[in-house]
């Protein structure tokens, strides 16, 4: 290497760097990362090696050994650090040198200071990878920096990632489909290609990732298989959407479903309510095969599909404006500080003295801004995305990054609004990318205004 390149080296470095310590101001403020009341089950999980019902298993075995079983504050550097490296890869597409380390932090500070990020960065729940494993695969597609080092660490980061969220597996499916339609057209037209090599490869990973879940399942609990909860949370959704009590009328007279006999009492609060009719009928495992019947019932029989089209329609629209960050209040009895005072007793007074257990934790102010700004990203995005094909000073890159953040955005708030709920932190860990985007393409289209307004020079 050069001197120049080991200069060049150690400045991207460094820039990264400053960027992961601002990526990280929510859990400095706080005082200690930040937690959920899901955070338990995974440091659980990990520390004894228990396969979740409802989660993988590998976020929780990520806790345990990133943090050294001494600190969780090394869990969301090595979270801000993957994520700060990708973006900045990211922003290679655009800009180079100088400016684009400036970019690139001003980017990092801005969604900092307004959007959810540093929050989804500094929580201990995997919320973060859902984004992360998009991030790497944007990377695997666009990036011309990748050598044979940064093609197998990009590579680890997206298997990982992948395989953090259950969700991530028909995310990616409908994502991997949309990409081969939309190279099978391009195709068609005998027009420039994404490069299939690079997709093939990014499929492959994602394969391998599919096969490695049960392996991992299996070897931790005897069972080849991926989550034992869709079931319930699938009929939940049912629930939620009025098809399932609509299901249950029109076939309790001749199945004998044991849910039948509460089906005047499928209210919101079915899932985590333990005097629900879920519970009283035998809990999650036992209600598998009928809710998985009525489940398959409700979505291939036609009668029902006017419904569950248009519900779709309405929570897939209502997820990808509902984002705001929000923190859990915590009691310091309950979890996860109980998980926290059994696996990493010298963090539990960090916890206890940090702001989010004392309810002083507000993003009040921030969600203000957070509304108006993720709101304006996006519309920006939708518009560039459109006018795209006439916009010729934007690279083939570009244009290809434009559509995979619209893309990913409304497929994340398809599957999860309608597999689970519509709920804020599903879209809030996303939304900031539209931002970060957003950017690159501002300061990107202003470098070419004279271009975009047809004279070379602006008095």
């Given at each position: 290497m050069t001197k120049e390149g080991a200069k060049k080296k150690g400045n991207n470095a460094g820039i990264i760097f400053i960027s992961v310590l601002a990526s990280l101001y929510a859990a400095f403020y706080n005082g200690f990362p930040l937690v959920y009341t899901d955070t338990g089950t995974y440091l659980r999980s990990g520390f004894e090696g228990e396969i979740p019902i409802d989660r993988p298993i590998f976020y929780g075995l990520f806790l345990r050994h990133?943090?050294?079983?001494?600190?969780?504050?090394?869990?969301i550097f090595v979270q801000a650090l993957i994520t700060c490296w990708l973006l900045?890869?990211?922003s290679g597409v655009f800009f180079s040198g100088l400016k684009r380390n400036i970019v690139f932090l001003i980017s990092i500070a801005f969604v900092?200071?307004?959007?959810?990020?540093?929050?989804n960065v500094s929580i201990l729940i995997p919320d973060i990878f859902?984004?992360?494993a998009f991030l790497a695969f944007v990377v695997m597609m666009l990036s011309q920096e990748l050598n044979t080092l940064k093609w197998i660490l990009v590579s680890i980061i997206f298997v990982f990632s992948l395989s953090t969220h259950y969700s991530n597996i028909p995310i990616f499916i409908l994502l991997f489909l949309l990409v081969f339609f939309w190279m099978w057209r391009k195709y068609r037209k005998g027009e420039e290609n994404l490069g299939l090599k690079r997709v093939l490869i990014a499929v492959g990973l994602f394969i391998f990732t599919m096969v490695m879940i049960p392996t991992v399942n299996y070897s931790y609990n005897g069972k080849f298989r991926y989550s034992e909860s869709s079931h319930v949370f699938l009929f939940n959704h049912m629930i939620e959407i009025g098809a399932a009590q609509q299901y249950l009328t029109d076939n309790c007279d001749e199945k004998n479903y044991a849910i039948c006999q509460y089906r005047e009492e499928l209210e919101w609060d079915f899932l985590w309510n333990y005097d629900s009719p879920l519970y009283k009928t035998g809990g999650w495992k036992k209600n598998e095969k009928d809710f998985n019947e009525i489940n398959n019932g409700i979505i291939f029989t036609p009668k029902y599909w006017p419904l569950l089209i248009h519900k779709t329609t309405e929570y897939t629209a209502k997820q990808?404006?509902?984002?705001?960050?929000e923190v859990q209040g915590i009691n310091y009895e309950g979890t996860p500080c109980v998980e926290i005072e059994k696996y990493l007793n010298k963090s539990l007074r960090e916890i206890r003295g940090g702001k989010q257990v004392q309810g002083r934790h507000s993003v009040e102010m921030l969600n203000s801004v957070e509304g108006v700004i993720v709101f304006l990203s996006t519309i920006f995005i939708l518009l560039l995305t459109v006018l795209s094909r006439k916009l010729e000073v934007l690279s083939k890159n570009q244009k290809l990054l434009l559509k995979f953040t619209l893309a990913y955005a409304i497929i994340n708030a398809l599957v999860c609004a309608n597999l689970s709920t519509a709920i804020p932190r599903y879209?809030?860990?996303?939304a900031w990318v539209l931002v970060i985007v957003s950017i690159y393409f501002l300061v990107s289209l202003y470098k070419e205004r004279s271009v975009l307004l047809g004279s070379k020079e602006i008095e």
């Open positions: 990133i943090s050294l079983s001494e600190s969780l504050w090394l869990v900045h890869l990211i900092t200071l307004t959007t959810g990020f540093s929050y859902a984004t992360i990808l404006f509902l984002f705001e960050t879209h809030n860990r996303f």
